[in-house]
């Protein structure tokens, strides 16, 4: 009886994905777009469920999830920025004419996001 020949396992970067990679993905191709790549940054934080782990303490993981925490708030501030409209207030504290949306992401998030 001859037996089946054995399949090779092919894991490898491009076989295994995870909502972090494709985050990641849809983050650094939206950035450079100004406005123009808000899609993506909305359709990266679609990938956001809860806290990452599931907010287990896993000693081995605390970096990852700070560095996961930190980009989700940052593109949710960069999305925040281009869709809710600015309000100019006058001297006396109540709210002006809207002011135009910012154009560009600020330097803390370039920074933070791995762009600029």
Known sequence: MQRAP??????????????WTRFLQLVERALPLGAAGLPDLEGALTLVRGRPFGGRPLPWAESYKQEMITRIIDVT????????????????????????????????????????
Do not use: E, F, I
């Open 77 to 116: 501030h960069t999305v925040t920025t281009y869709r809710v409209p600015r309000v100019r207030t006058t001297t006396s504290g109540r709210p002006g004419r809207p002011s135009r949306p910012v154009s560009t992401p600020t330097t803390r998030q370039s920074c933070s996001t791995g762009t600029g």
């Open 6 to 19: 054995l399949r090779q396992a092919a894991l490898g970067p491009d076989s295994v994905r995870c909502d």
